[in-house]
């Protein structure tokens, strides 16, 4: 809440005892946010009282400035907020005052009346929500694409697999065994009971045994 318009805007928006009481418990609670944001409340409430809207810039992140106006809800009885975060290379506080705030505003103002003219659940009251259609045949594409990259995947396991069983290849191992030496795995078999080694993730170069 402390980092975003959205939340400089709400905490605005209350009334004065409320906000304070708010600011009070985030103190408690979180005091690093409260930080950020009691320097800020009085000037964010006198800026949405003149304008109607709160900015907040490189809080949140030093890439992204905000841009927030709160709207009363009658049906809930607290507010909501209409907010938009934009890049802060291309949008500075100048331009979020010149551009965004007055589309902002009027959408703002739009959806005010929408709240206020409502009854009931404006969530509840959205037009029928109808699936997206999807043609047949990219439900196959996407199951043979899947199947394939399965099959691929396993083509690859096996590989891996096979050069770890043969140890590098049969000159590495014949190498070994003209020095009068045995492989890894017949030092193995030699050390533990038949059938009773387990080798993880055989072909990967981490491997738990």
């Given amino acids: 809440m402390a980092s975003t318009a959205a939340g400089h805007a709400y905490t605005a928006a209350l009334d004065a005892d409320i906000g304070d009481a708010l600011l009070a418990e985030m103190e408690r609670e979180i005091p690093e946010g409260a930080k950020i944001l009691r320097p800020r409340l009085e000037a964010n409430r006198r800026f949405l009282r003149e ?39 291309m949008y500075d506080e100048k331009r979020l005052h010149k551009e965004v705030a007055p589309p902002l505003l009027e959408l703002g103002a739009t959806i005010g009346s929408m709240l206020e003219g409502v009854d009931g659940d404006i969530f509840s009251n959205r037009m029928p929500s109808k699936p997206l259609p999807v043609p047949t045949h990219n439900n196959k594409i996407i199951k043979t694409e899947d199947k394939n990259e399965l099959e691929a995947g396993a083509r690859r396991l096996a590989r891996r697999e096979a050069f770890a069983r043969e140890m590098g290849g049969v000159d590495k191992v014949k190498r070994q065994r003209d020095q009068g030496r045995l492989t890894v795995r017949e030092r193995i078999d030699k050390l533990v009971d038949q059938d009773s080694f387990h080798e993880d993730r055989r072909g990967f170069r981490n491997r738990r045994i």
Wanted: with cysteine; aromatic share 12%.
């Fill in 51 to 89: 304008h109607g809207y709160v900015v907040a810039c490189g809080l949140w992140s030093p890439h992204i400035n905000g841009l927030a106006v709160p709207l009363w809800s009658p049906q809930y009885q607290t507010f909501v907020v209409l907010t938009i975060g934009l890049l802060s290379a």
